[in-house]
């Protein structure tokens, strides 16, 4: 069935860096636009980055502009996001989903930005 | 910016109530607007895509509509399982946002 399954979560001090993962199965994810949401502890959900089917296009949330970068490596059915400079509020379970209208979610993986 | 705002925040119901939740747009963006539901410790699930349109797997019970700025779910005969916080996304206009939630309590 379909799957997205993420990694990567850790604990990091401000102002350091992680790279999530998102590795897909079961469809067809050459074919598929891809987000990356997150949900702060007690929070709702916040859509964080956004990247087309080829890589060509990409759309961040004014929160993490040139901070994250979102990637894919179609190949291997794999969706990235790149943190850096993190802070205190970027603490949050991660998500990566199948847009546009998500209906493939993974079951998140945990980022805790804490000195 | 389009902001999501849905009413009500939380909704204390009983079993086989029918429940409406509303999800407000400050602009309008099209018919791209999506409900998901997710329960504590759980990744959301989505109910209903592109305003109506019903999801495989999901209880029939759940169902959408909207025009304009205004979007509805509308769960008729509410059960037991479906204690959860609902939320709204819209994907039409960037950024893509989401509603505030709403926790309905049985």
């Known amino acids: 069935q379909m799957q997205l399954v993420e990694s990567g979560g850790g604990l990091v001090k401000p102002g350091g860096s992680l790279r999530l993962s998102c590795a897909a199965s079961g469809f067809t994810f050459s074919d598929h636009y891809m987000s990356w949401m997150r949900q702060a502890p007690g929070k709702g959900l916040e859509w964080v980055a956004h990247?087309?089917?080829?890589?060509?296009?990409?759309y961040y949330a004014d929160s993490v502009k040139g901070r994250f970068t979102i990637s894919r490596d179609n190949a291997k059915s794999s969706l990235y996001l790149q943190m850096n400079s993190l802070r205190a509020e970027d603490t949050a379970v991660y998500y990566c989903a199948r847009a546009p209208s998500k209906d493939v979610w993974g079951q998140g993986t945990t980022v805790t930005v804490s000195s | 910016e389009i902001v999501l705002t849905q009413s009500p925040d939380f909704q204390s119901v009983t079993p086989k109530e029918k429940v409406t939740i509303t999800c407000r747009a400050s602009?309008?963006?099209?018919?791209?607007l999506h409900w998901y539901q997710q329960k504590p410790d759980q990744s959301p699930k989505l109910l209903i895509k592109?305003?109506?349109q019903s999801i495989s797997g999901v209880p029939s019970r759940f169902s959408g509509r909207g025009s304009g700025t205004d979007f509805t779910l509308t769960i008729n005969g509410l059960e037991a399982e479906d204690a959860a916080t609902y939320y709204c996304h819209q994907s039409g206009s960037l950024p893509y946002t989401f509603g505030q939630g709403t926790k309905l309590e049985i």
């Open positions: 592109f305003t109506s």
């Open positions: 602009q309008y963006f099209g018919t791209m």
């Open positions: 990247i087309s089917s080829t890589d060509s296009s990409t």
